[in-house]
């Protein structure tokens, strides 16, 4: 079955319905990536399991995403 977000837990990179490439087990998409990066000073990479979830910490902490 499918886990409990989108990806089921795996590590993928996928085509999303906006044919934009979303990356990692949180699926964040370059653009998305790249602002938050920009505002958050966190770098990495969305395809590393500890910078997603660094990076999707700080999102929901400062209102870019609902928890």
Do not use: F, H
Not at 1 to 18: H, L, Q, R, W, Y
Not at 54 to 60: F, G, L, P, V
């Amino acid at each position: 079955g499918s886990g409990p977000c989108e990806s089921a837990g795996k590590d993928v990179n996928t085509i999303d319905s906006n044919a934009t490439t979303s990356y990692g087990i949180l699926r964040i998409q370059m653009a998305t990536w790249d602002g938050w990066s920009l505002a958050s000073g966190i770098t990495g990479s969305p395809d590393t399991n500890d910078d997603a979830i660094q990076m999707a910490e700080w999102a929901i902490m400062n209102g870019r995403i609902a928890a």
